[in-house]
């Protein structure tokens, strides 16, 4: 029974990777390894640390992310920075808050309870902004492209200065080798020396590239550490009680002649 | 230890006079009388038990956090994935289980296939069964429509437009079901409200399975009527501990799709909010709709697709009828049974192709495989039944009249 | 001797099999009790709502003798500065005449100051402020009179307004929860 479940699952497995890169328009992504990769796989603080430091002074302005609060910032199982340091990071940004006792809306400084604060007002201003092409919300954008963490990863180093012949850019188009038919909207943003890293990691491309696609694993999947802990200990119960049942099955049919 | 309940206390006598509730559940679900020659294919009707019921608990805590509205919808999903205590848990039991369920009653269909279950005297079991599986399917589908998602929003867009194949009233159908002029919040309202209504009217379809199941008793891998007593055990504990025994393993299985690849079983696409103004590059169902999805493909002609899609559901219905053999289970069906393989693997074939672009090669091997799922139950069914010699029944389960071979090998599958 | 045996032989299978039985009942019992925890826990506050757990409030607008309220965890704050004479009056009061009796230092951190949950302890109504026959708040549901301290002086309410966890972030800040 179980073989023939494996073999059905796998199949369909097989039918969902297959068509993921079925396109044909698209190169195979890079596959680095992850930390978070695996059933035991976890994040590397420092990494998602980085990470937030790219998102912040490289991404930010132009993508937002919606589905984050500050105070995600502290909690277990992603950077974990500091209370302290995360107010201090939220202090940086201006929210709208109100209406005042005169009613009028004012700005103050981001909290913890706040949103991770958008570089537009509304979609509309985005998209004017960038010539027509709104750059996505980033909060789970690992989960929502075929590929996830190692597609934006190779996304992130896939331009190259010399655009292959053959292949026509319009304007505000841009070559990568990982983009859906070579063509993205988004120019290069990773650059050597890109950002000044707090920990003194040196700044290289491959490096921003990493850790800010760690940052985005874990934003799309913050619950990651905590659903890997508790569900091994599921599967361990649950392998104990299987064998406890078997044998209790064997005894209780022991005396019935089948 | 099979008696029959005797109410002992005064307490206890007192209420089953007037309500003997306990006399009908230690009946049906502790003393009755069961093959006692039913494989581990025969325990997932108590797996799918189960997978209802998890899903109406999980369902019924995450509609405490949902919200059925366009433009919060998907937010609030994320608002459980990532606020709710257990909230991620919750949810990838319920997107998961929703993939289970449809694993669960594919096999369990497709053991009633090989044993005969749907043979007289157990026609209206199975009939019951076809109605779960259609509103199953209805349930599923609504609710993947929930998060509000760009899958969710494609699917619901592309399946509600099937309506619109109705001729004369087709636009008329479908703005009714959309309650707009396509499909927007006041879908997504009229799903949740649905798919929070259909698990219960299944519980009440699944009572009735169980109680017309009750009345000829379980049918067994022999296919012949049992003696009770001679040929039967309790169901309680023999059967009651292999469910569960069998359930855990399935349970295990469940849980590594939860723990350790929630998101394998769905779609990316489903992690961008909705939007009416872009359509994903390949619109595909769940993978359990994926066969019936190819079927409808398959018609060049979008009345002639959907009539195709709905038949083939539909016609589980009259199989019944459409068997002429008088044996039960393929195990003395040497004929039909290869014709039984046939059809599963053309199953799978539709379900592959479903995921496929539908042209070339696809859309002819898809044509194909749709032609042979009909025609196995209109032509295959029914004629074997008279060409085939079916192999010699045993007089009992007790004493079956069987080669030492087989019978060696039939304790090995049992242990 | 061999009936013995026979019996003991038996006995022995009875206990492991009883062994077998029990252990695999109590371990299936310990899973589904594990299993119901996630079910009550989702509906404990939340991660976004424990997140608004605490709110800052600014001292500095309000004059003596006035107060404002602010919605903390979803109930109303009192924030009263107290005058001269309020306070002298909160003070005054004999311990004896109290059905909850609390003097007011233990009520207030700054004297000035008067921070406490605006919800009367009888059955959850808002009490209005600068009423009542203790010059207090009253609550209009049942007639409860609470005094300058928030202290319940007469009417159905059991206790004294709850006050808060609050710290002093600076001398016009203060921190609610």
Redesign the interface.
């Given at each position: 029974m179980l073989k023939i479940k494996n073999i059905f699952l796998s199949l369909l497995l097989s039918i969902f990777t297959s068509f993921a890169f079925a396109a044909g328009e698209m190169h195979e992504p890079m596959h680095p390894d992850w930390s978070f990769q695996g059933p035991l796989g976890k994040f590397e603080r420092a990494e998602l640390q980085r990470g937030y430091q790219v998102y912040t002074e490289v991404c930010s302005s132009c993508h937002s992310m919606d589905l984050l609060s500050y105070r995600n910032l502290i909690q277990e199982g992603g950077p974990e920075f500091s209370e302290k340091q995360v107010k201090a990071m939220a202090a940086m940004f201006e929210v709208e808050a109100g209406p005042d006792a005169d009613g009028e809306m004012f700005m103050r400084p981001a909290i913890l309870s706040d949103k991770f604060v958008s570089p537009w007002k509304n979609e509309q201003e985005g998209r004017i902004s960038n010539g027509g092409a709104y750059p996505p919300d980033l909060s789970v954008m690992v989960k929502a492209r075929p590929g996830g963490a190692d597609y934006l990863y190779s996304l992130l180093l896939g331009y190259e200065d010399e655009t292959p012949e053959g292949i026509t850019l319009d304007d505000g188009v841009y070559y990568n080798i990982y983009a859906k038919n070579q063509k993205i909207a988004m120019p290069q943003v990773i650059y050597e020396d890109g950002v000044e890293y707090t920990d003194g990691t040196a700044a290289t491309e491959v490096q921003m590239a990493r850790d800010v696609t760690a940052f985005l694993a874990w934003s799309a999947e913050p619950k990651l550490e905590e659903r890997k802990r508790i569900g091994f200990k599921v599967i361990i119960y649950l392998i104990i009680l299987s064998f406890l049942l078997y044998f209790t099955n064997k005894r209780i049919w022991k005396d019935t002649s089948h | 230890m099979s008696d029959d309940y005797q109410p002992q206390s005064a307490v206890a006598k007192w209420i089953d006079k007037r309500l003997p509730i306990v006399t009908l559940f230690s009946g049906h679900l502790m003393q009755f009388p069961t093959p006692k020659n039913l494989n581990y294919w025969w325990t997932f009707g108590g797996i799918l038990t189960f997978c209802l019921i998890t899903q109406i608990i999980t369902g019924l805590v995450l509609a405490m956090h949902y919200i059925a509205d366009a433009n919060l919808a998907f937010a609030s999903v994320e608002h459980i994935m990532r606020d709710v205590n257990y909230g991620w848990l919750l949810r990838y039991i319920h997107a998961t289980g929703a993939s289970m369920f449809f694993i669960a009653v594919y096999l369990h269909m497709a053991r009633s296939l090989f044993y005969g279950s749907y043979k007289e005297p157990r026609e209206l079991i199975w009939i019951i069964g076809v109605f779960i599986f259609l509103l199953m399917v209805a349930t599923a589908f609504m609710g993947y429509v929930l998060p509000w998602g760009q899958m969710s929003f494609w699917g619901a867009t592309v399946i509600t437009n099937l309506f619109s194949a109705v001729p004369f009233f087709g636009e008329a159908i479908t703005n009714w079901l959309w309650g707009d002029y396509s499909v927007s919040g006041a879908l997504l309202t009229r799903f949740f409200t649905l798919h929070y209504l259909m698990p219960f009217l299944i519980f009440g379809l699944v009572i009735l399975h169980i109680w017309a199941l009750h009345v000829p008793g379980n049918n067994n891998p022999e296919g012949i009527d049992v003696v009770k007593g001679q040929d039967t055990v309790p169901f309680h504990p023999h059967y009651v501990v292999k469910d569960v025994l069998a359930l855990v393993v399935f349970m295990i299985i469940f849980a590594g799709f939860v723990f350790f690849s929630p998101n394998i079983l769905g779609h990316s696409d489903n992690y961008i909010q909705a939007n009416p103004l872009q359509t994903p590059e390949h619109i595909v169902p769940e993978w359990y709709f994926l066969p019936f999805y190819a079927i409808l493909r398959a018609i060049p002609d979008k009345l002639g697709g959907v009539i195709a899609m709905v038949s083939a559901i539909a016609i589980l219905a009259f199989i019944p009828w459409l068997d002429s053999s008088k044996v039960r289970s393929c195990k003395y069906r040497p004929l039909y049974r290869q014709f039984y393989w046939i059809l599963i693997i053309d199953f799978i074939v539709l379900g592959y192709l479903g995921a496929q672009p539908a042209t070339g090669i696809y859309l002819i091997l898809g044509r194909l495989a749709t032609l042979y799922y009909f025609l196995h139950f209109i032509l295959v069914m029914p004629l074997i039944g008279y060409i085939e010699k079916p192999k010699p029944l045993p007089k009992s389960i007790s004493e079956p009249v069987l080669s030492k071979e087989e019978q060696l090998a039939k304790s090995g599958q049992m242990a | 001797m061999d009936t013995k045996k026979d019996i003991d032989a038996a006995d022995a299978k009875v206990t492991r099999?009883d062994f077998?039985?029990l252990?695999?009942g109590s371990?299936?019992a310990v899973?589904a009790g594990a299993l119901a925890?996630?079910?009550i826990?989702?509906?404990?506050p939340?991660?976004?709502?424990k997140?608004?757990a605490s709110t800052e409030v600014d001292l500095s607008p309000i004059m003596p003798g006035q107060s404002i309220t602010i919605l903390w965890r979803g109930k109303p704050v009192f924030v009263r500065r107290r005058t001269e004479e309020e306070i002298a009056e909160a003070q005054a009061v004999e311990q004896i005449d109290l059905p909850d009796p609390e003097t007011d230092e233990t009520r207030v951190q700054k004297p000035e100051w008067l921070v406490m949950v605006g919800v009367c302890t009888h059955l959850g109504c808002i009490p209005l402020g600068n009423k009542g026959e203790y010059n207090g708040w009253f609550c209009p549901c049942h007639g409860s009179h609470y005094d300058t301290s928030g202290r319940i002086r007469k009417g159905p309410a059991p206790k004294n307004l709850e006050i808060p966890n609050y710290v002093f972030l600076n001398d016009n800040t203060i921190k609610i929860g």
């Amino acid at each position: 029974m179980l073989k023939i479940k494996n073999i059905f699952l796998s199949l369909l497995l097989s039918i969902f990777t297959s068509f993921a890169f079925a396109a044909g328009e698209m190169h195979e992504p890079m596959h680095p390894d992850w930390s978070f990769q695996g059933p035991l796989g976890k994040f590397e603080r420092a990494e998602l640390q980085r990470g937030y430091q790219v998102y912040t002074e490289v991404c930010s302005s132009c993508h937002s992310m919606d589905l984050l609060s500050y105070r995600n910032l502290i909690q277990e199982g992603g950077p974990e920075f500091s209370e302290k340091q995360v107010k201090a990071m939220a202090a940086m940004f201006e929210v709208e808050a109100g209406p005042d006792a005169d009613g009028e809306m004012f700005m103050r400084p981001a909290i913890l309870s706040d949103k991770f604060v958008s570089p537009w007002k509304n979609e509309q201003e985005g998209r004017i902004s960038n010539g027509g092409a709104y750059p996505p919300d980033l909060s789970v954008m690992v989960k929502a492209r075929p590929g996830g963490a190692d597609y934006l990863y190779s996304l992130l180093l896939g331009y190259e200065d010399e655009t292959p012949e053959g292949i026509t850019l319009d304007d505000g188009v841009y070559y990568n080798i990982y983009a859906k038919n070579q063509k993205i909207a988004m120019p290069q943003v990773i650059y050597e020396d890109g950002v000044e890293y707090t920990d003194g990691t040196a700044a290289t491309e491959v490096q921003m590239a990493r850790d800010v696609t760690a940052f985005l694993a874990w934003s799309a999947e913050p619950k990651l550490e905590e659903r890997k802990r508790i569900g091994f200990k599921v599967i361990i119960y649950l392998i104990i009680l299987s064998f406890l049942l078997y044998f209790t099955n064997k005894r209780i049919w022991k005396d019935t002649s089948h | 230890m099979s008696d029959d309940y005797q109410p002992q206390s005064a307490v206890a006598k007192w209420i089953d006079k007037r309500l003997p509730i306990v006399t009908l559940f230690s009946g049906h679900l502790m003393q009755f009388p069961t093959p006692k020659n039913l494989n581990y294919w025969w325990t997932f009707g108590g797996i799918l038990t189960f997978c209802l019921i998890t899903q109406i608990i999980t369902g019924l805590v995450l509609a405490m956090h949902y919200i059925a509205d366009a433009n919060l919808a998907f937010a609030s999903v994320e608002h459980i994935m990532r606020d709710v205590n257990y909230g991620w848990l919750l949810r990838y039991i319920h997107a998961t289980g929703a993939s289970m369920f449809f694993i669960a009653v594919y096999l369990h269909m497709a053991r009633s296939l090989f044993y005969g279950s749907y043979k007289e005297p157990r026609e209206l079991i199975w009939i019951i069964g076809v109605f779960i599986f259609l509103l199953m399917v209805a349930t599923a589908f609504m609710g993947y429509v929930l998060p509000w998602g760009q899958m969710s929003f494609w699917g619901a867009t592309v399946i509600t437009n099937l309506f619109s194949a109705v001729p004369f009233f087709g636009e008329a159908i479908t703005n009714w079901l959309w309650g707009d002029y396509s499909v927007s919040g006041a879908l997504l309202t009229r799903f949740f409200t649905l798919h929070y209504l259909m698990p219960f009217l299944i519980f009440g379809l699944v009572i009735l399975h169980i109680w017309a199941l009750h009345v000829p008793g379980n049918n067994n891998p022999e296919g012949i009527d049992v003696v009770k007593g001679q040929d039967t055990v309790p169901f309680h504990p023999h059967y009651v501990v292999k469910d569960v025994l069998a359930l855990v393993v399935f349970m295990i299985i469940f849980a590594g799709f939860v723990f350790f690849s929630p998101n394998i079983l769905g779609h990316s696409d489903n992690y961008i909010q909705a939007n009416p103004l872009q359509t994903p590059e390949h619109i595909v169902p769940e993978w359990y709709f994926l066969p019936f999805y190819a079927i409808l493909r398959a018609i060049p002609d979008k009345l002639g697709g959907v009539i195709a899609m709905v038949s083939a559901i539909a016609i589980l219905a009259f199989i019944p009828w459409l068997d002429s053999s008088k044996v039960r289970s393929c195990k003395y069906r040497p004929l039909y049974r290869q014709f039984y393989w046939i059809l599963i693997i053309d199953f799978i074939v539709l379900g592959y192709l479903g995921a496929q672009p539908a042209t070339g090669i696809y859309l002819i091997l898809g044509r194909l495989a749709t032609l042979y799922y009909f025609l196995h139950f209109i032509l295959v069914m029914p004629l074997i039944g008279y060409i085939e010699k079916p192999k010699p029944l045993p007089k009992s389960i007790s004493e079956p009249v069987l080669s030492k071979e087989e019978q060696l090998a039939k304790s090995g599958q049992m242990a | 001797m061999d009936t013995k045996k026979d019996i003991d032989a038996a006995d022995a299978k009875v206990t492991r099999r009883d062994f077998l039985y029990l252990t695999t009942g109590s371990f299936t019992a310990v899973g589904a009790g594990a299993l119901a925890w996630p079910f009550i826990s989702q509906m404990n506050p939340d991660a976004s709502v424990k997140a608004l757990a605490s709110t800052e409030v600014d001292l500095s607008p309000i004059m003596p003798g006035q107060s404002i309220t602010i919605l903390w965890r979803g109930k109303p704050v009192f924030v009263r500065r107290r005058t001269e004479e309020e306070i002298a009056e909160a003070q005054a009061v004999e311990q004896i005449d109290l059905p909850d009796p609390e003097t007011d230092e233990t009520r207030v951190q700054k004297p000035e100051w008067l921070v406490m949950v605006g919800v009367c302890t009888h059955l959850g109504c808002i009490p209005l402020g600068n009423k009542g026959e203790y010059n207090g708040w009253f609550c209009p549901c049942h007639g409860s009179h609470y005094d300058t301290s928030g202290r319940i002086r007469k009417g159905p309410a059991p206790k004294n307004l709850e006050i808060p966890n609050y710290v002093f972030l600076n001398d016009n800040t203060i921190k609610i929860g």
